[in-house]
């Protein structure tokens, strides 16, 4: 007997380890525990606020933005059936109504005080395209 196993596409493998180099610094350095759960973007969207409060440069930031932005993706994934699609070193995460969302691109908006992934991911579930 066979089982049949799933699997996910091959765009799915930095931004799945990106999530999850995220979710265990949010631990260990910050005792912040993250659930892949839409609550949970609360608390990445205060981690941004919180660095964007601080004035760091982008340069300091961007692989944190990067690892906050792909958990999120993962987090939209996960509530939607979605899944993540790249291209020429993008990544996206595609819902099953077709829309396209970029949660990377969005944590780089909540740094400069204009997104939030709470509310991306809010529009992803309920197939709201944000303009």
């Known amino acids: 007997m066979t089982t049949q196993q799933e ?4 765009a799915a493998t930095k ?10 610094a949010m631990r260990e350095g ?3 525990r993250l659930d892949y759960s839409a609550r949970s973007l609360w608390s ?6 919180d660095i964007r409060q601080e004035a760091a440069p982008f340069a300091a930031v961007e692989l944190v933005l ?5 958990y999120a ?3 939209i ?6 899944e993540w699609w790249s291209s020429g070193g993008d990544h996206w995460v595609r819902t099953p109504d077709g829309h396209l969302w970029d949660p990377i691109d969005e944590a780089r908006r909540c740094y400069t005080g204009d997104g939030s992934l709470r509310l991306l991911c809010r529009d992803a579930s309920d197939g ?3 303009t």
Not at 44 to 49: G, K, P, S
Not at 77 to 82: E, V
Request: no cysteine; net charge positive; charged share 30%.
């Open 30 to 32: 910050a005792r912040l």
């Open 73 to 75: 993706g993962e987090v």
């Open 66 to 70: 990067r690892g906050f932005g792909a």
């Open 7 to 10: 699997t996910r596409p091959s």
């Open 15 to 24: 931004p799945v380890r990106w999530a999850a180099d995220a979710v265990a």
């Open 77 to 82: 994934a996960r509530q939607t059936g979605g």
């Open 44 to 49: 990445v969207d205060r981690m941004i606020e």
């Open 128 to 130: 709201t395209a944000r």
